[in-house]
């Protein structure tokens, strides 16, 4: 048997090759058989020189599928991008909305936790668990126009029964006297009042500024116009005493906020069981809310204790039994008790979840009276009280 050695050549017409790889791949060497006398035989299997069109075909539109794909993604990102862009734009309404609706579900998540009857403060009540739907509402004496102020009764226990109104009159932020009631029913009727003039004028100093404003044994304490003072204003004798209220942001600087701000609400004064107090927020402290106890005859601060609460996340707060409370914005007609911060054992608490029907958004100022264990809202114009039921 004689072995016969073939060099056959491929004529294809490569596609993606060199020139060197072309002759390689064009010749093969195959062993033949020699048979009946001077014939060879050999099997030529072509298909290992055939190019792979077919499948070559099938990477290629996989290629394009894959490249168009890819391009109708990056097409949907800039649409999207630019949709974004215009939402921002022209479209604001809507981003308000979904700010507001993840708020008010970081507010549901929060609002999980349940108390036990934990001891807390310094009064027997224990916690401040839910408040009634509102017992007064009624327009403030001075009409619709004034919606920034403040209203109660004098919150000293023991002291004579006497209503109070003060509304802001000069741009919602200054004020210069305030409005008594010598009865419930005075009060309700409107018909007998008395007005003491604090200043001649709203812009002299001394001047009320701002809605955080309490009655306590006889006598009116604010904040004293455009400064970080309080001042101290006593119906019988006219005097007033002001002193420093160290570091205290004021002027709209830390006022509360939550949504929209509640102009010149820096600071704030609350009276409960264990007298006055003075709500506000500081530098130092990062803009959170600090709390001092104060002197109710010389102003003095007595005590002072540093929450991290920013102020400007919350509408208003208040003190009841050496706890501090503070509320958030949920509806125009709703409002939310959704902090304490407990002075005794400085604890505080973000999932109270109480909740305050109002007649308006605006929140101007909200306080605790010990006397008869109500709270005061000043609410857009409206007066209402409120019941307070504790655990």
Not at 11 to 31: G, Y
Not at 56 to 79: A, P, T, Y
Not at 135 to 155: E, H, R, T, V
Not at 203 to 231: D, F, R
Request: with cysteine; net charge positive.
């Amino acid at each position: 048997m004689t072995v016969i050695y073939l060099v056959i050549a491929a004529l294809l017409v490569p596609i993606m090759a060199s020139s060197s790889a072309e002759t390689e791949h064009q010749k093969r060497r195959f062993h033949g058989v020699q048979k009946n006398g001077n014939q060879c035989a050999c099997t030529v299997r072509f298909a290992e020189w055939e190019f792979p069109v077919e499948r070559f075909k099938e990477v290629q539109d996989l290629s394009q599928n894959c490249s168009s794909s890819l391009n109708e993604r990056l097409s949907e990102l800039d649409n999207s991008y630019v949709s974004v862009l215009n939402l921002q734009l022209y479209d604001k309404h809507n981003l308000l909305n979904m700010k507001n609706r993840l708020k008010k579900i970081k507010n549901r998540l929060e609002s999980f936790s349940v108390y036990g009857n934990v001891k807390i403060g310094n009064c027997s009540g224990g916690m401040l668990r839910n408040v009634t739907r509102p017992l007064i509402a009624q327009l403030n004496p001075y009409g619709s126009s004034y919606a920034y102020g403040a209203w109660g009764m004098d919150s000293m226990p023991g002291s004579p029964e006497l209503y109070w109104v003060m509304a802001l009159m000069s741009s919602n932020i200054y004020g210069n006297s305030i409005r008594t009631y010598s009865s419930y029913k005075t009060f309700l009727m409107s018909n007998t009042h008395v007005d003491f003039i604090v200043r001649s004028s709203y812009t002299t100093p001394n001047a009320i500024q701002g809605p955080g404003v309490v009655l306590y044994n006889g006598s009116l304490y604010y904040n004293c116009y455009k400064s970080g003072e309080m001042c101290k204003f006593n119906l019988n004798t006219k005097n007033i005493i002001h002193v420093n209220l160290p570091n205290a942001g004021h002027s709209n600087k830390f006022p509360y906020c939550y949504y929209d701000c509640y102009g010149y609400t820096d600071i704030d004064f609350s009276v409960d069981e264990n007298g006055i107090w003075v709500i506000y927020a500081t530098e130092e402290n990062y803009g959170n809310i600090v709390l001092s106890k104060i002197n109710s005859n010389n102003l003095a601060v007595l005590q002072t204790w540093k929450t991290k609460l920013f102020k400007k996340a919350t509408s208003n707060a208040f003190m009841v039994c050496g706890v501090l409370y503070a509320t958030r914005f949920v509806s125009k007609n709703e409002e939310e008790i959704f902090y304490m911060f407990d002075t005794v054992t400085n604890q505080e608490a973000k999932n109270l979840n109480i909740r305050l029907i109002k007649f308006s958004p605006n929140v101007a100022s909200l306080h605790y009276n010990p006397v008869d264990r109500k709270l005061y809202l000043f609410n857009g114009g409206y007066m209402l009280s409120y019941g307070v039921l504790f655990s």
